[in-house]
């Protein structure tokens, strides 16, 4: 609610609290904003209507006044009455007990934040996970649907696995990274996200119990979590995680599935060595543990290739294998893949079939030309020298301005690094400081809950300017912090 699209017009002739007033009373009035909504705070709502703070007191108290909305000390400003109150005898549903009554948990509130503020244009955005605007491949992309091919462009649903022809080119793609598998195991997701929730409904029991790195991604994402699944941390070194502990860790509480992203590893940039690779197949193999690899950054190495996938390594079918667009060519076209044994992908495809009908036919006929074509080839190497000189410009900023609060990791590849601040802090704090000065970060946090020192800064998004302005201004507020 707090991201109101809709801005007075300074240059009407009606007064801009009356502009307001009609504005939140029409969203109550239509049941839009429902019994119980609490109104952002007067500071927030003059930012977000770019008008005085006394612009919006005068606008409130017409609101007040009408009984619509009421102010109570240390619960704030609620919506009191709307339509169905005014006109019925009977009380309007009170939908708050819906919405807390959904299966799906909420994002952590620092999340909600996150995802609210990155629309914002004038905001500095160290921690967000894509590349930039200005490397995604927009005329390309254009021009890919103009050329003539003898691929044939439907605008229909398309079969339930994906497109036979999509499915063919990726597989001709995972052959460059040594996985030889045929298209009927192959599944298109719309994206990695998709993916992760096909596994949790369609291959899991409630209560299983999910091992995957710490820190992880997945402790941002809510999916395993909302499916009543328990998730449960494994400890990472330098090489990747540590393979020793998870035997015992699978006896003792019964683990179902492990997750990893063994390739420029979100958020920390941790590369897993070729020789904890085959170390963790070996364990899981022996403990007949399934490994769900999430491989988005694969491509995203900078000086020398990387060790195979874990997937390349695999004998037994033990491992399910996830890749994106998203991370590489476009997070607009919400194309990923699934790769597994057929009948785990007869299993999800039907599921998938059942909640969307099948990923975007226009994203699947792109996404298959940039492969089939060799534009793929051409554009990842484009983007592995761009990302690469975003790197060194960021590590040469953090040697020049944090050398005295933290220390930090030298990513060969992917988006992050994971910069350790060298004392400890309330990083509730820091983000809101950071956030007033124009600046988003993701802290730690977010990855592991009991993190307090760790912030993941992302060098695909900002500018490299932004990077400059932006973790400088950063340096100065963590040594504020910390006195």
């Known amino acids: 609610m707090y991201n109101l699209e809709w801005k007075p017009n300074e240059s ?279 490994i769900l690899e999430d491989d988005v950054y694969g491509d995203l190495w900078f000086e020398q290739p990387i060790p195979k996938p874990l997937k390349a390594q695999d004998k037994q079918g033990l491992v399910l294998y996830m890749g994106s667009m998203s991370k590489t060519l476009s997070p607009g076209l919400r194309i990923g893949w699934l790769v597994g044994p057929e009948p785990v992908i007869d299993r999800l495809s039907d599921i998938k079939m059942q909640t969307d009908y099948g990923s975007s036919s226009l994203s699947q006929f792109a996404v298959a030309e940039w492969l089939a074509s060799g534009l793929y080839d051409k554009h990842i190497i484009h983007i592995r020298k761009e990302l690469k000189v975003r790197r060194d410009l960021t590590l040469h900023i953090l040697d020049k301005y944090f050398s005295e609060v933290a220390t930090w990791n030298n990513p060969e590849g992917g988006f992050y690094i994971w910069l350790k601040l060298n004392v400890k802090g309330p990083m509730d704090k820091l983000f809101k400081k950071a956030l007033k000065e124009g600046i988003l970060l993701n802290p730690g946090n977010i990855y592991d809950r009991n993190d307090s020192s760790h912030i993941r800064i992302s060098y695909s998004y900002a500018t490299p300017k932004q990077l400059e302005k932006g973790l400088i201004k950063l340096s100065q507020l963590i040594k504020e912090n910390r006195d």
């Open 12 to 290: 009407s002739k009606i007064p801009l609290y009356q502009q307001i007033y009609e504005f939140m009373k029409k969203k109550i009035m239509n049941g839009e904003w429902t019994l119980g909504t609490k109104i952002p705070p007067q500071r927030r709502l003059a930012h977000e209507f770019k008008v005085n703070r006394s612009t919006i007191v005068t606008a409130l108290d017409e609101l007040t006044a009408d009984g619509l909305i009421e102010s109570k000390v240390g619960r704030g400003t609620v919506v009191i009455n709307n339509t169905w109150s005014i006109i019925s005898s009977t009380s309007p549903p009170d939908w708050r007990i819906y919405v807390k009554s959904g299966t799906h948990q909420p994002n952590q509130s620092i999340i909600q934040d996150i995802n609210q503020t990155e629309i914002r244009s004038d905001i500095i955005r160290l921690g967000t996970g894509e590349l930039s605007p200005e490397l995604l491949p927009s005329k390309k992309m254009k021009s890919v649907f103009q050329n003539n091919t003898e691929q044939a462009l439907s605008l229909g649903y398309t079969e339930p696995k994906g497109t036979l022809y999509l499915r063919e080119t990726i597989c001709n793609h995972l052959k460059t990274k040594g996985i030889e598998v045929t298209p009927p195991s192959v599944l298109i997701v719309s994206g990695g996200l998709q993916a992760l929730q096909l596994v949790s409904l369609g291959l899991l029991h409630k209560g299983s119990t999910i091992f995957h790195e710490t820190p992880s991604y997945l402790t941002s994402v809510n999916v395993f979590q909302s499916a009543g699944m328990n998730l449960f941390e494994i400890p990472m070194d330098n090489e990747g995680v540590k393979t020793d502990l998870l035997g015992r860790l699978k006896r003792q509480h019964n683990g179902t599935l492990f997750y990893t992203i063994p390739s420029f590893h979100n958020p920390t940039g941790i590369l897993m060595s070729n020789n904890r690779r085959k170390q963790l197949l070996d364990v899981c193999s022996k403990e007949r543990l399934p």
